[in-house]
């Protein structure tokens, strides 16, 4: 049976006793000391898990050059090939509690056509520094990082973003990001919805929630809503791809359909038996995306 958003949600939090233990710690502050709540509740929030140091241990093969870009108090990690300079660049970028291994299928597929893969890790994730990060941070990196190759003197030919970067990558692309596609595997219509979740999993009052929200909001300088797809959608100008299976217990098939409809011409693909994390090595779907892309 699929996992609902919640049970799924829960076990990605709940698998550390170190969370489990603040979840207690939050739940008495909630009553004793409310603000010291919402302000830890945000740093958990922010916090990607896995822990970061657990993707760093593989190495990566030599045909792989590695850089790091300083970006805003953390960086992020590039990967590219360096055997192929000159090739159309696709951008391929992880999700939340992710890394670029996980776009490697892709990115050996891609290559296969011509294309250079450029993988991107996220701050607070792989080996880029940070110990937090969030929505509209992954939306000013991808920016940054396609500024940064368009400078370069690089045609982006599409960037193909998994999960939460697929919601940041949309809303992006939504500002005229410079790429001729996009493609959006398995994402999340709504930022706010997922606040419940954490909310539900933690035990965190709707006060508590709501607090947590503003207070991102007012760090960020941007309001949730601006992230969903009716927001981003109708702004989106150039060929988009939504890749989204139907048992996703991670982002519902439905916020999936959500981007499809808002985005003008966008094609949804529909998977079933895929889940959250196959479609990024299924050949099926790799197949689909070399297509769409060249």
Known sequence: MTRTAIEATAAFYQASPGVRLFRLALGTSQRLWPALAVRAAKRLFCTPLPPKWLQRRSAWDSQWRTESWDFEDASLTVYSQAAAPHGPVVLLLHGWGGHARQML????????????????EMPAHGRSRGAMSNLPQFARAIEYATARLVQDGHRLRAVVAHSLAA????????????????VLLAPPASPREYTRLFAHVFGLSETTRAAMQKLIEAGEGILMPQFEPDAVGPRIRV??????????SINRFADGQAYAHAARGAELVATQGLGHRKILKDAGVLGRLAIFTT
């Open 105 to 120: 299928p892709l990115a050996e597929t891609l290559a296969a056509q011509g294309l250079r893969p450029v993988l991107v």
């Open 167 to 182: 919601n940041a990558a949309a809303y992006a692309a939504s500002r005229g990001l410079p790429t001729e596609r996009l």
């Open 239 to 248: 060929p988009t791809l939504v890749v989204h299976d139907r048992g996703d």
